[in-house]
């Protein structure tokens, strides 16, 4: 990605080129196993989705974590709901958006880092929401055509009695311009917004 434009269809249009992979990693530290595992691990192509902005990222990756087609690792417990979401720039707004929901809802959100964009493992999908019943997915990109689509049809297509209320985050118009906390905020996309957005529909469904 670049200063000057957004890549917010790349998901979707490289997902549909038969057996290449697409990763986004989090940290310098999964970068390196990002790139190992493209170079070493597997005879498939790979696009690699880097973040060219500088970015604090208010995580850490748990020790012993093994970077494994199709799973992802929990950032933060939570018992109340689950996103999954991938990247710096997401996974910090999803990290802050749990903080806050905790402190100011008493809500458990259980962050999860899926750093493979167009493949989930859907044993490990299943043992990741067991237990849970409001999943979110949130995404650097459009909603439609997306990680979380993607997410959505694993889960659909699972053998499961348990019943999910399922919500996508991402960009459903045309992006905005500014500066990188004005977009955010714009999309309601930051923590914020999103541990307001969550805490809302959350109620809703319980209402119903």
């Keep these: 990605p670049g200063h000057s434009h957004q890549s917010v269809r790349d998901i979707s249009i490289l997902s549909s080129v038969p057996d290449l992979i697409l990763i986004e990693p989090c940290t310098e530290m999964e970068v390196e196993m990002a790139l190992d595992y493209s ?35 929990t950032l933060t417990e939570g018992d109340d709901a689950v996103i999954f979401s991938y990247g710096p720039v997401m996974l910090t707004q999803a990290v802050k ?23 989930v493992d859907a044993d490990w999908l299943r ?13 650097e990109h459009f909603v439609k055509g997306g990680q979380g689509e993607k997410l959505v049809c694993v889960l659909a297509e699972m053998d499961t009695a348990s019943t999910y209320h399922l919500n996508r985050f991402g960009i459903t118009d ?21 541990g307001e957005s969550i805490n809302r529909l959350m109620s809703e469904n319980k209402a119903t």
């Excluded at 100011?104 to 493949?119: A, E, F, K, T």
């Excluded at 500014?178 to 917004?193: P, Q, R, T």
């Design 39 to 73: 170079v070493n691990e597997t005879s498939s192509s790979i696009y690699l989705r880097l973040v060219s902005l500088p970015y604090d990222v208010p995580f850490q990756l748990p020790a012993g974590y093994q970077f494994e087609y199709g799973k992802g690792v």
């Design 127 to 139: 043992n990741s929401v067991e237990g849970v019943k409001y999943i979110f997915t949130l995404d």
């Design 174 to 194: 045309i992006p905005a311009c500014g500066l990188n906390d004005e977009v955010l905020k714009e999309h309601e996309l930051d923590a914020k917004s999103l």
């Design 97 to 119: 958006a749990a903080e806050l929901l905790k402190k100011d809802q008493g809500l458990g959100l259980r962050v999860i880092n899926l750093p493979w964009l167009n493949h």
